[in-house]
Nanobody
């Protein structure tokens, strides 16, 4: 099982960027998927999650209204559309599969099968 995140890069504040995460090795069409990020010197934090059917999404307050998570189960891919990027969005972004449902969708310990991450750098 492998998750391949891509789409990161250097952008200007205010710009948009779309991240993709492709799963291979098995299908996760029946699992919620999530995006997390880790900024330099900080702990990994929840960004967004999407239910297995795509009908329910959850966002961290810091990205609500700016980021949109979506998925295409036919392509085994989850996306993160990031708009109005800020310097504080600079981080390595990771996708993950939610395999346990012990808590809320933002609970990191409920996720497994982490991708390798893609770096987003926002310059002001």
């Amino acid at each position: 099982v492998q998750l391949q995140a891509s789409g990161g890069g250097l952008v200007q504040a205010g710009d948009s960027r779309r991240l993709s995460c492709v799963a291979s090795g098995r299908t996760f069409s029946r699992n919620d998927m999530g995006w997390f990020r880790q900024a330099p010197g900080k702990e990994r934090e929840f960004v967004a999650s999407v239910s297995w059917g795509g009908g329910s999404t959850t966002y961290a307050d810091s990205v609500k209204g700016r980021f949109t998570i979506s998925r295409d189960n036919a392509k085994n891919t989850v996306y993160l559309q990031m708009n109005s990027l800020k310097s504080e969005d600079t981080a390595i972004y990771y996708c993950a599969v939610r395999v346990w449902y012990t808590s809320t969708a933002s609970e990191m310990s409920d996720y497994n099968f982490w991708g390798q991450g893609t770096l987003v750098t926002v310059s002001s």
